[in-house]
């Protein structure tokens, strides 16, 4: 069989911030030049809808892993038995028992930036999608970075951010929580503090985008949280401006990418009962943010 050369594939901006939605596409039988299309429109445009796909957990991996090496989520409850590159993130119970993490990214993020080498993508394959609730919204950082005033863009300049997955360290936490006993847990499966730079440099682009948020982002490196906490405020303060974000209302078969490295995003919440919401999500581990 001659390998077919020519795509139907449609690049279509959904907002003015960022995001653009792909037709035309199957993502579990690309040829290479479509996938290195696609590559290239998720690196432009941040955070990509492909319409119309069902990829089951093992196409899914596979799909993920034409990006690069998977990612592994630390948490174990939640990953599939049998394709742990998949994490469901449901709000499903069965048996009085959740079936996938309920609540996953209900705060502002970039996914896994609490280890060394955060994760460069995101792979979300939508499986139930609710009439009612469960958007979700993505913020352009490379434009938060590039409209801050000068002045913060000098106070922030080589500076190192603080990750962590403990939420009981951060001053920003409502202390809301389905755990038990939140502290206990976060203490428990929290890894050793990252950091990384406030601003990074995206390797394929050479853009610079704001690399801090409200739900990982604890403090500053060597700097007094008397100091650190203010900044960090102003940071988190210009970054919430609606110009930058772009709503997404789920379609079924929607599969959507995102580059964490140029984003952050938020689970909208909001499913009532007896609506479900079910996503499959496998992340594909990045470089070391410089
Ligand atoms: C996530 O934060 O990775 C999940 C976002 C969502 O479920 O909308």
């Excluded at 690309?30 to 319409?51: G, N, Q, S, T």
């Excluded at 950082?141 to 951060?170: C, P, Q």
């Excluded at 050479?206 to 409200?214: T, Y």
């Excluded at 008397?226 to 209302?249: G, M, S, W």
């Amino acid at each position: 069989m001659s390998e077919v050369v020519t795509s139907e594939m449609v690049v279509r901006p959904l907002s003015d911030a960022m995001g653009a939605e792909i037709i035309g596409v199957d993502a579990a039988n690309m040829i290479d030049a479509d996938f290195e299309r696609l590559r290239d429109a998720l690196h432009e445009h941040i955070m990509l809808a492909v319409r119309d796909q069902a990829l089951d957990p093992a196409s899914q991996t596979a799909f993920a892993k034409r990006f690069g090496e998977i990612q592994y989520h630390i948490n174990s409850e939640y990953k599939m038995k049998d394709q742990p590159e998949v994490l469901i993130l449901s709000t499903e119970v069965v048996d009085g028992k959740n079936v996938g993490i309920p609540d996953a990214g209900s705060d502002w993020h970039s996914d896994h930036s609490y280890v060394d080498r955060p994760t460069a993508y995101t792979i979300l394959q939508s499986v139930v999608v609710p009439e009612h609730g469960g958007d979700t919204e993505w913020t352009n950082m490379v434009m938060a970075y590039e409209t801050l005033s000068d002045d913060l863009k000098a106070r922030i300049e080589g500076l190192i951010g603080i990750h962590s997955f403990n939420r009981a360290r951060n001053p920003r936490w409502s202390r809301v929580s389905r755990h038990k006993d939140p502290d206990e847990y976060y203490n428990r499966v929290s890894p050793p503090d990252a950091f990384h730079p406030i601003v990074r440099t995206h390797p394929a682009t050479g853009r610079k985008a704001l690399f801090v948020s409200p739900r990982f982002t604890i403090g500053i490196k060597e700097m007094d949280d008397t100091e650190a906490q203010p900044l960090l405020d102003a940071l988190f303060a210009h970054i919430d401006n609606r110009d930058f974000v772009y709503h997404h209302k789920w379609r079924p078969g929607d599969l959507v990418l995102w580059d964490n490295r140029q984003t952050l995003h938020l689970a909208c919440g909001g499913v009532k009962p007896p609506e479900v919401r079910r996503m499959h999500r496998t992340t594909v581990l990045g470089e070391i943010p410089a």
